[in-house]
């Protein structure tokens, strides 16, 4: 089983092979206990630097851009903010990100994990979700990925809303399992939505911190 890494920067996509950091990230351990089926190869895509909301302001995938909406544009406006980055806090304001390219080739994925590190900033996150899938623009979406969703719930994220269980965490990441995550109608798995579209997206609302993403997958060789 081979391994590669996918990292998003600030104007491209970089592709490069995968290597143990020196400090091992908490997620180290949870993408090395993927086991891929021979013949296929664990790649991971990544947004965002873990480094436990330290550094940054780190960007969000340039194509993520697509996904403003008339209504997440008149937000912005009224509220004087714009979208935040990675590692970037305060009130009111939504974080919306493209992971692209998880599936090298376009290669068939047949099982896969999405991996996140959040927290809450300011004093409104109560009212705070989550959405998963393959979205045209905020609230607007093109049939093949209905919203996955998180909510947070005094002060921790509850699984309100998810069509079966597929999430665990550990000192506020988050893992859920995209063979499990469905569709709103329970049509499909994210894996499906992934071999179908070969992205994934992600909008908080709005007063939620990211550290990173990452977005494990077993892909057929």
């Not at 991971?44 to 403003?68: I, K, Q, R």
């Not at 979205?135 to 919203?147: E, K, S």
């Not at 569709?183 to 990173?212: H, K, P």
Request: proline share 4%; with cysteine; aromatic share 8%.
């Amino acid at each position: 089983m081979k391994k590669s890494i996918l990292s998003l920067g600030a104007v491209s996509l970089a592709a490069m092979s995968f290597a143990a950091p020196a400090h091992a990230n908490d997620s180290d351990a949870i993408i090395n206990a993927i086991a891929c089926a021979p013949g296929e190869t664990l790649h991971v895509t990544t947004g965002g630097v873990e480094d436990n909301f330290g550094g940054g302001p780190d960007v969000v995938n340039p194509a993520s851009t697509v996904l403003d909406s008339p209504h997440l544009m008149n937000y912005n406006s009224v509220h004087s903010t714009t979208n935040r980055q990675y590692d970037e806090g305060g009130n009111n304001r939504f974080f919306v990100e493209r992971l692209t390219g998880a599936r090298p080739g376009n290669r068939q994925a047949t099982s896969g994990k999405v991996i996140f590190k959040v927290r809450p900033t300011g004093s409104l996150y109560d009212t705070d979700s989550l959405m998963i899938g393959a979205l045209h623009r905020h609230g607007d979406l093109n049939g093949l990925g209905q919203p996955v969703m998180l909510r947070y719930t005094y002060g921790a994220w509850s699984t309100l809303a998810i069509p079966g269980t597929g999430w665990t965490e550990t000192n506020n990441m988050y893992v859920g399992d995209l063979n499990i995550l469905t569709s709103a109608d329970g049509t499909r798995s994210m894996i499906q939505v992934l071999n179908q579209q070969n992205r994934i997206d992600f909008i908080w609302q709005e007063d939620t911190e990211l550290d990173f993403l990452k977005v494990a997958l077993c892909v057929q060789d």
